[in-house]
């Protein structure tokens, strides 16, 4: 699989109006999102003073992209990346480790605001 994960963190930016960042959804045919960005933005819109706004907002969104769940593979990557973390002694949130499984286990590019990615070994960062 070729193309870019957005990160959640970049989708937030996008949705707070950041121009620079309007022409990365020009593409949509190589644009993923993980599920567990779903989740994020979803407790985020729960958190926020405009839930119903912004969960509308968000679930279009969604909606658009291509999605990707986790599974076997995704799962296996997970384990490594993990264990490779922590081996580091430097931890990073869970969520993350999902998302970099993911980006793993697809061979795509991460496109994050995120530095703590750069902690992954073999991960493809963009960072914006």
């Given at each position: 699989?070729?193309g870019k994960?957005?990160?959640?963190?970049?989708?937030?930016?996008?949705?707070k109006?950041?121009?620079?960042?309007?022409?990365l959804?020009?593409?949509?045919?190589n644009?993923?999102?993980?599920?567990?960005s779903?989740?994020?933005?979803?407790?985020?819109?729960?958190?926020?003073?405009?839930?119903?706004?912004?969960?509308?907002n968000?679930?279009?969104?969604?909606?658009?992209?291509?999605?990707?769940?986790?599974?076997?593979?995704?799962?296996k990557?997970?384990?490594?990346?993990?264990?490779?973390?922590?081996?580091?002694?430097?931890?990073?949130?869970?969520?993350?480790?999902?998302?970099?499984a993911?980006?793993?286990?697809?061979?795509l590019?991460?496109?994050?605001?995120?530095?703590?990615?750069?902690?992954?070994?073999g991960l493809?960062?963009?960072t914006?």
């Amino acid at each position: 699989m070729n193309g870019k994960l957005i990160d959640t963190n970049v989708i937030i930016r996008f949705f707070k109006g950041e121009t620079e960042l309007f022409s990365l959804f020009d593409d949509l045919e190589n644009l993923y999102i993980s599920s567990i960005s779903v989740g994020e933005l979803m407790y985020g819109a729960e958190l926020s003073a405009k839930k119903e706004f912004n969960r509308d907002n968000y679930f279009c969104f969604c909606e658009q992209m291509k999605v990707l769940y986790p599974d076997l593979e995704i799962s296996k990557n997970y384990g490594k990346v993990k264990a490779a973390i922590k081996a580091k002694g430097k931890p990073i949130p869970e969520n993350d480790i999902w998302i970099a499984a993911t980006c793993l286990a697809a061979d795509l590019t991460l496109v994050t605001a995120d530095s703590d990615f750069s902690l992954i070994d073999g991960l493809s960062v963009e960072t914006m």
